[in-house]
């Protein structure tokens, strides 16, 4: 402890000098929030990304959606829409909506009315009809409604009046409102959408964005920061800063010292060897939460060797799990078994598939034809994130296991924004990478990551797609009995142990830490981040 506390005063004095220029005054004023980010944002709309990354940065602060999750009462809550009514073969569902909502007033912008049914419809229709003027724009696919099966499901959007809108599926889905509370279902401005086309401007939509949130856009310098200023006309209580300000660095140690040096007020994901040091420390306040989440290391299935499910299944034999526990989660996590987290009502794990057996593995090798193994690249993701503190490291500790059993691994990685394009595109052999839950439903773990839909839109990365494991899926959420739904999602977790299209690692504690002086800061347990709320507190000392 003395030599890392000796390290860190060592960089906290060259941080000092060279490596953070201090923060401009408007930044650290009493009325900003500076939060430590760990990566750019891929886009400004979460409709199109999956990025844990780019949904903390934009989706609960820019934008709502119809109806909320309450994790502690465990279920949906009121936002945009006030209430909703389920027809009773559970076909329709109709949801009125607030009717003084006002969306962002920005330089480029001036909304003329509230937010209304028009704006839901137009916000449901970019992603659902291929003949929306909006569909293409930005050119990035909607990979969560499409992997989550939302766009086959939904029949039509219609406004019904003003401020009530109906939604019509094509069959009964019991996670049909659990995905509509995700952070992906956000709500866009059809007026602004409109102004943008008239000005042959679609693209800005995504990257100068308007949305009802508590925070609106001000300015983005990549690799730098991004600033939201205060939403002055929002539904809610307006947000307790005037100003955030997300400082971006990708160095997991840099955040950190960022944070002790008062250059930011919030760091997420701080270094898992860091833990209990900063637990310790006075001024720093540490959160931590049992968060619904899973790192894996998936196979491309699209890909010889990993093709074979023998050639998978020995992998995942070959890799000591109990040893990356201690070595890169320093024991804040425990050993998943499948990759469904434990603590969901229909996990069943199957930690027989996916022991660390080495003989297993050489022989099982053998068997796919494989008696002196064979050479592969491991991608490793760059950013910290709640399920994987150290990929890098995981990735090192996978290497010298896999090298005892007679495969030769190379180490792969990028930065974020090309990372994920590359991986989308299927130009990996595997990878380590991982999954936090929207919504406490089960489905959140299957189809965005494993249907045969999830891997059109890229966002399988396993690459597999297998007929008899999306009919066990579909079978789960026809049902609103969850002891049927129970018995299908087993069945589906036996099949992934058989299959093995990856290996579930870890499921991660999730920790966040801040100055002491941040007040209203609470830690979601099924991932994002809510700051509208919280606000630096005003030094008890200072003149008024």
């Given at each position: 402890m003395?030599?890392?506390?000796?390290?860190?005063?060592a960089?906290?004095?060259?941080?000092?000098?060279?490596?953070c220029s201090p923060?401009?005054?408007?930044e650290?004023?009493?009325?900003g929030l500076?939060?430590c980010?760990?990566?750019?944002?891929?886009s400004?709309?979460?409709?199109?990304?999956?990025?844990?990354?780019?949904?903390d940065?934009?989706a609960?602060?820019?934008?709502?959606?119809l109806?909320e999750?309450?994790?502690d009462?465990?279920?949906f809550t009121a936002?945009?829409?006030t209430?909703?009514?389920?027809?009773?073969?559970g076909l329709?569902y109709?949801?009125q909506?607030?009717?003084?909502?006002?969306f962002?007033?920005?330089d480029?912008?001036?909304?003329s009315?509230?937010?209304n049914?028009a704006d839901?419809?137009?916000?449901?229709e970019?992603?659902?009809?291929?003949e929306?003027p909006?569909?293409?724009?930005s050119?990035?696919?909607y990979?969560?409604?499409?992997?989550?099966?939302?766009?086959?499901?939904i029949?039509?959007?219609?406004?019904?009046d003003e401020?009530?809108?109906?939604i019509?599926?094509?069959k009964?889905?019991?996670?049909?409102?659990?995905?509509l509370?995700?952070?992906?279902a956000?709500?866009?401005?059809?007026?602004?959408g409109?102004?943008?086309?008239?000005?042959?401007?679609?693209?800005?939509?995504d990257?100068?964005?308007?949305?009802?949130?508590p925070?609106?856009?001000?300015?983005?310098?990549?690799?730098?920061?991004v600033?939201?200023?205060?939403?002055?006309?929002?539904?809610?209580?307006?947000?307790?800063?005037?100003?955030?300000v997300f400082?971006?660095?990708?160095?997991?140690?840099?955040?950190?010292?960022?944070?002790?040096?008062q250059?930011c007020?919030?760091?997420?994901?701080?270094p898992?060897?860091?833990?209990?040091w900063?637990?310790?420390?006075p001024?720093?306040?540490?959160?931590d939460?049992?968060?619904?989440?899973?790192a894996?290391?998936?196979?491309?299935?699209?890909r010889?060797?990993?093709?074979?499910?023998?050639?998978?299944?020995?992998?995942?034999?070959?890799?000591?799990?109990?040893?990356?526990?201690?070595?890169?989660?320093?024991?804040?996590?425990?050993?998943?078994?499948?990759?469904?987290?434990?603590t969901?009502?229909?996990?069943?794990?199957?930690?027989?598939?996916?022991?660390?057996d080495?003989?297993k593995a050489?022989?099982?090798?053998?068997e796919a034809?494989?008696?002196?193994?064979?050479?592969?690249?491991?991608?490793?993701?760059p950013?910290?994130r709640?399920?994987?503190?150290?990929?890098?490291l995981?990735?090192?500790?996978?290497q010298?296991?896999?090298?005892?059993?007679?495969?030769?691994?190379g180490i792969v990685?990028?930065?974020?924004?090309t990372?994920?394009?590359r991986l989308?595109?299927?130009?990996?052999d595997?990878?380590l990478i991982?999954?936090s839950?929207d919504h406490?439903?089960?489905?959140n773990f299957?189809?965005?990551l494993?249907?045969?839909?999830a891997?059109?839109?890229?966002?399988?990365?396993?690459?597999?797609?297998?007929?008899?494991f999306?009919?066990l899926?579909?079978?789960?959420?026809?049902?609103?009995?969850?002891?049927?739904r129970k018995?299908?999602?087993r069945?589906?977790?036996?099949?992934?142990a058989?299959?093995?299209p990856l290996?579930?690692?870890?499921?991660?504690?999730?920790?966040?830490?801040?100055?002491?002086?941040?007040i209203?800061l609470?830690l979601e347990?099924?991932g994002?981040?809510q700051?509208?709320?919280?606000?630096?507190q005003?030094?008890?000392?200072?003149?008024q």
């Open positions: 003395n030599k890392l506390i000796k390290y860190l005063s960089s906290i004095a060259l941080l000092t000098v060279s490596a923060a401009p005054e408007t650290q004023s009493l009325n500076l939060y980010a760990e990566g750019n944002p891929e400004f709309n979460p409709q199109l990304v999956t990025s844990g990354t780019t949904l940065m934009t609960a602060q820019l934008y709502d959606r109806i999750f309450d994790a009462n465990q279920q936002a945009l829409a209430s909703w009514e389920i027809s009773n073969d329709s109709r949801f909506l607030r009717d003084d909502v006002q962002h007033s920005t480029w912008f001036q909304p009315r509230v937010m049914a839901v419809v137009f916000s449901f970019r992603w659902l009809n291929s929306h909006y569909h293409h724009v050119g990035r696919g990979p969560f409604f499409s992997a989550s099966g939302l766009t086959q499901l029949q039509s959007v219609r406004a019904i401020y009530l809108v109906e019509r599926i094509y009964q889905d019991s996670s049909f409102l659990a995905n509370a995700s952070d992906f956000i709500i866009l401005s059809a007026e602004y409109q102004q943008l086309l008239t000005n042959n401007q679609a693209e800005l939509i990257t100068q964005p308007i949305g009802t949130g925070f609106q856009f001000s300015q983005f310098r990549k690799d730098v920061l600033r939201y200023l205060r939403h002055p006309n929002y539904w809610r209580e307006i947000a307790a800063s005037e100003q955030l400082r971006i660095a990708q160095s997991d140690h840099k955040r950190m010292l960022m944070l002790l040096t250059d007020d919030i760091s997420p994901y701080p898992a060897k860091d833990i209990q900063l637990r310790d420390k001024d720093i306040n540490l959160q939460t049992i968060s619904p989440n899973t894996f290391w998936a196979f491309n299935t699209d010889p060797p990993f093709d074979d499910p023998l050639v998978r299944q020995a992998l995942a034999h070959a890799v000591n799990r109990n040893a990356i526990l201690n070595t890169v989660y320093f024991d804040h996590a425990v050993r998943a078994d499948s990759i469904l987290p434990n969901s009502w229909a996990h069943h794990g199957t930690p027989s598939a996916y022991r660390y080495p003989e050489r022989e099982l090798l053998r034809g494989y008696p002196n193994g064979f050479s592969m690249q491991i991608w490793a993701l950013v910290q709640a399920y994987n503190p150290n990929a890098r995981m990735a090192e500790r996978i010298a296991d896999l090298s005892a059993v007679g495969v030769q691994a990685s990028y930065e974020w924004s990372f994920r394009r989308a595109d299927g130009e990996h595997s990878v991982g999954w839950a406490a439903d089960p489905d299957f189809r965005p494993l249907s045969c839909a891997k059109q839109s890229g966002n399988n990365r396993a690459q597999w797609c297998d007929p008899m999306d009919e899926l579909s079978a789960a959420i026809s049902s609103n009995d969850p002891e049927v018995a299908y999602y069945q589906a977790q036996e099949h992934l058989l299959e093995v290996l579930p690692i870890a499921h991660s504690v999730r920790f966040q830490a801040a100055r002491d002086n941040i209203g609470e347990p099924f994002g981040i700051l509208r709320k919280v606000s630096r005003k030094p008890a000392n200072e003149e």
